[in-house]
């Protein structure tokens, strides 16, 4: 028997398998309750999952996005951005990668010389600011974890290379923190870690990195 046009196979009222009128409204009803409880779960799974994506700058940072697409986002690195952009960066950094990244917010670079910034974005120091921000970038996705890792392998010390091309330490810093040390004998605090994109992974930290 078919059921008449316009009507669900799941819920027209005509007996299945013979069963009575009254049996068949009850599997109906049980029916609609179960796709009820599973609309709720996935409602309650989306916004656990929600509240899972840190924060940054006021900004929910989402796995889903690039590197670049979270970054505009963060009220904290619109420095960073700037400076993204005025090197040519943005088409590498929304590519597939991945990259890890350590990003200086706003209050890291208010810390260097006053006009640093400025003049880092005229056109004519395009490639030292270029070589600065590459300097902050590492090929492959490396947890906080795996940093860690790296560093209790190698006497508390991991060295990483960086897209720029000289080394960036890491190493354990006061009480759970962890630093990056850069060529210059500068150092700078991982203060968000494991910021996870679809093309990578970000660590906010709190001073700029010198090669």
Known sequence: MHPPRGCFR???RIPLSGLPEK????????????????????????FAAS???????GAAMYPTKTIVENAVNS??????????????????LSGPGPFTVFAPTNAAFAKLPAGTVDTLLKPENKATLTSILTYHVV??????AMLAKNA?????????TTVQGEP?????GPGKS??????????AKITIADVNQSNGVIHVIDSVLMP
Do not use: R, Y
């Open 168 to 172: 960036l330490i890491v190493s354990k």
């Open 23 to 46: 049996e068949v409204q009850m599997t109906n009803l049980k029916k609609i309750g179960m796709i009820a409880a599973g609309a709720a779960l996935l409602s309650t799974g989306a």
């Open 10 to 12: 799941s819920f027209c």
């Open 152 to 160: 209790a392998a190698h006497g508390g010390k991991a060295t990483l």
């Open 178 to 187: 962890w630093m990056l040390t850069d060529a210059k004998g500068g150092t």
């Open 75 to 92: 009220k904290d690195h619109t420095t960073l951005v700037a400076a993204v952009k005025a090197a040519g960066l943005v088409d590498t």
């Open 51 to 57: 509240k899972h994506n840190p924060m940054v700058g």
């Open 139 to 144: 090929s492959g996705k490396m947890s906080a």
